[in-house]
């Protein structure tokens, strides 16, 4: 097994491996291979931004991972095209799992959206997935089994951006109903073990919504998390006020809205999540800052 991109996610996705297959991770990072070792991980240095470094790819792994997002100030995703070219040269791996964003949805208006929803990209970052998952499907349809697996927002105990209690210190304001939008979430360790089954489980071609079965709005899931964690809930802003107050990332989050249909990770990949809802993850937080 290759992975590509053997970061948070990706180090979860070897603990939920066991012992089972050799794994590989392309890593451009010399502070990270230590690490990896220490994970059971053999490093391969190469870079997705240099083609000439991805050869050794070629014909090495089954089954590949691809983890690694695309450069922030490209049009379309360049590493991914290098990563096909690298892997194509030989005889291609058996199967290939891409982690997308749910974001190629576009906004939604807080529907109810499966995986058969046409495409509607409306950032730069969600047009460059939507690049990426074209790229793979035309490579797929060659023979490779790929699987696409479209990822809201990830959270879990130790990644960067913090958990709820983090968000809650931060007091930043939320807008107030109708303009609060409805949020889609995953834990980290439960997309690792959909990226496992999928490498061995998935329809060849095939989309995945990964999420978990909590449909809250924003507000309502930082309401429950400070009733929880025993904080005090966020304040509430008109959206006219929340054009002045937030940073234009964070108010770009708020103007998309969907619910994510989830079934097919339960029906085709049997994934039985350990975090079905909001409040198990909430309650793993609240025994982790007891603890």
Known sequence: MLIIGCGDVGLRAVKALGRGPRVLALSSSPDRLDRLRAARVVP????????????????????????????????????????????????????????????????????????????????????????????????????????????????????????????????QPLPQEPDDPYVNRIHADDLARACVLALWRACPQRVYNVCDHSHLRLGEYFDLAADLLGLARLPRISLAQAKRELTPEFLSFLTESRRLVARRIQEELGLKLDYPTARESLRAELGAQRG
């Open 44 to 171: 391969l240095r190469g870079n997705l931004d240099d083609p000439d470094s991805l050869a050794r790819l070629a014909g090495l792994a089954t089954h590949v991972l691809h983890l690694a997002p695309p450069p922030s100030t490209e049009v379309h995703d360049p590493r991914t095209r290098a990563l096909v070219r690298a892997l194509a040269r030989r005889s291609p791996p058996r199967a290939l799992v891409y982690i997308s964003t749910s974001g190629v949805y576009g906004d939604c208006g807080g529907a109810w959206v499966s995986e058969t929803r046409p495409l509607a990209p409306a950032t730069p970052r969600a047009r460059r997935r939507a690049d990426a998952e074209a790229q793979l499907r035309r490579w797929g349809r060659r023979g490779v089994r790929v699987s696409l697996l479209r990822v809201p927002g990830i959270y879990g105990g130790n990644r960067a951006d913090g958990g709820a209690r983090t968000r809650l210190l931060r007091r």
